[in-house]
């Protein structure tokens, strides 16, 4: 199970290094995603990995009595997940700004900003 | 985006998915769910509703900017980090009222953190999506 | 004495915001600071000079062994009355010097820091307290050195001073941390008692290798003297106060300082007099060539500097009475010819001593300060100076049998290019016919001509009082740098023997030079040939090569390209990961765990890995954006496999809004173009696909470790107990972390107000246009 997500990261983490070494801006904030996507996985592949027990305490017991799976890398996962929707909302207003203003996607003509209207 | 369909089933859904948003929100201490996805459900559905029936209606339905809810929301989750100080106890220490509820359980100042938490998603995600969406440029 | 130097501190302290709130008349108040420091370490002489000390001790830094400690002994004490002593006539000079300065406040600032670093240098009894001061003193330098600072050339030489005093203070803390220890201790006065322990240890030649590095760049001897002539870009005061009683001989103060603690072996002494000896003729043969007179100045200052270093290492008594002496000697001498060097710039405009003569016509007082500064230097008969070249004579001819030769003649040489030197300064500018040009000159206020000539009559008084000269300042210092009792006793007049001749004979030689050598731009100009043997042109060097490299560095590695500093970073990461892998060494790869996967879970990775596929190939944004929201639901789907329902209803709904803004801000823009070569594709696509596997094989390599789970234990088995919650995921978030999620809420809120911001209030603005 861990292989499967192991190679899952990894080529997420491989999509999200080739998009950030694009010169398109979209692709850029795209590869930021998907390297958010692939840390998630990472942080939680490194907690142990069970199926079909959450770790939510049957009604009847006060604590686990079987297995259950890691809750720490979940709550960090979870904060993570909204953390970056917020990350992404103000990347993207970002660039709707720079496209505004460049008329253009393209990274490298940022490097010689007009001069008026910054 | 105004179709029949749509917006006949919105005026369902919408109700529905505040329903079920809150339903979230309650039993987040016991079962999946909590603030976030409470939060996260809520402004999905008027972002539904403004798809349908556009931004500004949604608007008049929330009554209020949402930007205006995050402080609201800020605010209850810190009166219940605060909250133990009045009784003596560091911050944060959970208080809870003795008697059990039906269907929510035992409520503690936890679930007014969390309410906190489910306000401030709120305010923030439609912030977020009505400001781009009524700003045209 | 705490407060002398903290007084010094406070005062610049407050000049800064209210230096410019006094008044030009009100600025005599200034003086007062190093006045009546000057008269408290006058009370001290009766004291000092029957043989006592006086020691304070604040605690500041205990556990560091760094502590406050104060100790006025007679080498202290001699230093403290030159620094407050000259400096009150500087302080009186630079207040009508600089009198109509736009920066007259940071002036005095500076110069008041200067003077408690200079303070605190020569009274410090803990090795780190010396250290502070003089770097302090390097510091302050460097701003007087630097005080014009719209001059590019003054910039540099602060600059160059920097670099080169700077460079010497790391040596000198390497080499105290080293001697500290050594002897296990960090008080000064308590290392003499470890002498033996010192210089029998491994490390003491480089103890003293680094501590007469530190000497030496401060006190400008060859190779690092060239800091000083371009420090004379300076203004005029400050080259008289830091070229005559104090910055320079900081490093003859640490010699002095430390003689008795180090010196005494052939090493010590071999290094002193040669880096000394070269020093003092080199440095006097050039200010023969100069005909800037500061620069004139500026280079008969590294040669005394070089007869102290030379006659501190040769160490006998004799030496070292020769040292004490020609110290005191040295600084009424030289400060004098500064400022009247400054009085000669300041009214007729000029330094160029081919262009100056007869000023005595219109400058009297200044002519006979400059005159009595002159003779003393050349040891004319009943001055100063007379007395400490006669010394200087006693000590190379008793220096023992094979070397009194040599060293004295050496001395000779040395001495009669100063003669001349000192000719040159003092006696030329105001000598012979007054040209036109200079007819017009007034005397200037007395606040000018004043303290050099009571400077030149000091020097003249205590030529014709030796006796009680040498035993209120010189006895007990030349005793602190011997370590015992010297019995100094100055004399006017020794009687006819070879010293007296010896004396004429330079006086002679040296007024003869004085009239054959014609300073002329010329020879300036034949001396600039021998330019890149120099040790200056070696730093330009360094510095220009430097400069390149950092150039080229940064041409090649901040090209302003966002993705070639990714592809940078990266390629750097992938290596060290790489490494620590390799050395970590073999990676186990469980491949059982495979064969309990469902049908399902190998559908979604499928799904998944087309959608990754399809978003790098496609170019409409649409697809793009379409398949970025398929991975993200695939994670979904993951997270609800492996039990964790919260992540996945979270995953989704961001999934869904994430899709949502990005529609609504992206649908407008055009198609992906195709931008990058097959080349750089193909590079890309290793990059990326090495920093997939590296992760991966990180991922395997941790997995395999044996990970803590004492928190997540701590949280599953509490959950309830304490936090009354069956769900430990949002028990975590909302009571055990709670503080966290209180702060990622504040965070959210930040970036909401930001998007709004960025868009509303943008509007609002282009609205008004």
Known sequence: MELLLIIVLGLLYAGGVYFILRRSMV?????????????????????????????????????????????????????AIVISFALTAFAIVLLKRVYALVQTDDLDNLNTPEEEDI | MRSIILQTATRYLLPILLLFSIFLLLRGHYYPGGGFVGGLVASIAFVLHSFTNGTDATMKLLGRKPLSLIPIGLGISAFSVIL?????????????????????????????????????????????????????? | MLFTILSGLIVSLLLLPFGRMLKSKQRILLVVLPAALFLFYLQYIPAVSSGRFLLQSTPWIPSLATNLDFRLDGLSLLFALLITGIGTAIFFYARAYLKDHPY??????????????????????????????????????????????????????????LTITGMGGFFLLAGLILLGNISGTYTISELIHSRNIIIHHPLYPLVLGLLCMGAFTKSAQFPFHFWLPGAMKAPTPVSAYLHSATMVKAGIYLLARFNPILGG?????????????????????????????????????????????????????????AASVFILVHALYKATLFLVTGIIDHEAHTRDITRLAGLRKVLLPVA?????????????????????????????LHAGASLSFILTALAIATNTGLVAAGF?????????????????????????????????VAGLIFGCIPGIAGQLFSLQAANAIFGSDTQLHLKLWHGFNLVLLLSLATLAAGTFLYYINKPSGKKQHFIQKFNPLSPEFALNRFANGIFGFSTWYTGKFHNGYLRSYHLKILLFAEMLLAYKLWLSGPIKIDFYGLAMLSIYEIAVVVILIGALVMMILTQSR??????????????????????????????????????????????????????????ERYRDIAVSLGFGVILSLVALQVHHEAISTQTSEFYANNSYILAKGKNVVNVILVDFRGIDTMFETVVLSIAAIGVYSLLRLRLKTSEKE
Request: aromatic fraction near 12%; charged fraction near 10%; proline fraction near 5%.
């Open chain 3, 265 to 321: 072996t052939d090493l010590w002494s071999n290094t002193l007099m040669i880096a000394g000896g070269f020093t003092m003729l080199y440095a006097a043969f050039h200010s023969l060539l100069r005909t800037d007179l500061k620069s004139i100045l500026a280079y008969s200052t590294i040669s005394a500097l070089g007869i102290l270093t030379f006659l501190i290492g040769l160490g006998t008594r004799e030496a070292v009475i």
């Open chain 3, 622 to 679: 649409l697809t793009a954006v379409v398949s970025m929201s398929i991975i993200g639901y695939c994670t979904c789907l993951m997270f609800v496999f492996y039990s964790a329902p919260d992540l996945a209803m979270t995953q989704f709904t961001i999934d869904t809004l994430t899709t949502v803004l990005f529609v609504l801000v992206l649908y407008k823009l055009p198609p992906f173009l195709n931008l990058a070569t097959t080349w």
């Open chain 2, 84 to 137: 133990p100080l009045f009784f003596g106890l560091p911050p944060m220490t959970g208080l809870w009222v003795q008697e059990k509820f039906p269907l929510i359980g035992l409520i503690g100042s936890s679930l007014f953190f969390d309410i906190g938490v489910y306000l401030v998603v709120i305010g923030v995600v439609l912030t977020i999506l009505f400001t781009i969406s009524l700003t045209d440029d």
């Open chain 3, 104 to 161: 007259f406040n940071r002036f005095f600032g500076y110069l008041c820091l200067f003077m408690s670093a200079m303070l605190g240098i020569v009274l410090a009894d803990n090795i780190f307290l010396l250290f502070v001061f003089w770097e302090l003193t390097s510091i302050s330098s460097f701003f007087l050195i630097g005080f014009n600072n719209n001059d590019p050339a003054s910039r540099k030489s602060a600059i160059t001073a």
């Open chain 3, 424 to 456: 040159m300064a003092g006696i030329k500018p105001f000598s012979g016919k007054l040209p036109v040009e200079f007819e017009k000159i007034h005397l200037p206020s007395a606040s000018l001509w004043l303290p050099p000539l009571i400077l030149a």
């Open chain 1, 27 to 79: 692709k850029l904030l795209l590869g930021i995603m998907l390297l958010g996507s692939a840390t998630n996985i990472l942080i939680f592949v490194l907690g142990s990995i069970v199926k079909g027990s959450p770790p939510v305490i049957d009604a009847d017991h006060d604590t686990f009595s079987g297995i259950y799976a890691d809750p720490v890398p979940q709550a960090l996962i979870l904060t």
């Open chain 3, 368 to 396: 006979i300060a400059g005159l009595l500064a002159a003779i003393s230097s050349a040891g004319v008969p009943l001055t100063f100076g007379f007395i400490g070249k006669d010394l200087i004579y006693e000590a190379t």
